[in-house]
């Protein structure tokens, strides 16, 4: 009923920027909070960034200054633009968003696919 999908995952060298991109679609009623979580390999999926309907943003210490978290909820789209790219930066980046769904009584977290993010010179 209810689909996240994420794009703008690349190879990009440290001190680089990249931009991701995150639509939802389908039958939606209502989102909530939207947000990037990521996965590097062998290790858990952390928090990034998250961003709720009002405009708060909240970000993981390790990208604070350098990732920023936005949203056009016209458009259900949340967006992470990444700078001053680092090495350990590289993971799947998830999108997440809380959403009620038409016909649901009430939200659910929905999760994205996951795009590739590689930092590498």
């Known amino acids: 009923q209810v689909q996240l999908v994420e794009s703008g995952g690349s190879l990009v060298q440290p001190g680089g920027s990249l931009r991701l991109s995150c639509a939802a679609s389908g039958s939606i009623f209502s989102i909530r909070n939207m947000g990037w979580y990521r996965q590097a390999p062998g290790k858990q999926r952390d928090l990034v960034a998250t961003?709720?309907?009002?405009?708060?943003?909240n970000y993981a210490y390790s990208v604070k200054g350098r990732f920023t978290i936005s949203r056009d909820s016209a458009k259900n789209t949340v967006y992470l633009q990444m700078d001053k790219m680092e090495p350990e930066d590289t993971a799947v980046y998830y999108c997440n968003a809380d959403v009620r769904a038409i016909g649901w009584a009430t939200y659910h977290p929905v999760w994205g696919q996951g795009t590739q993010v590689t930092v590498s010179s």
């Open positions: 961003i709720s309907s009002d405009g708060m943003t």
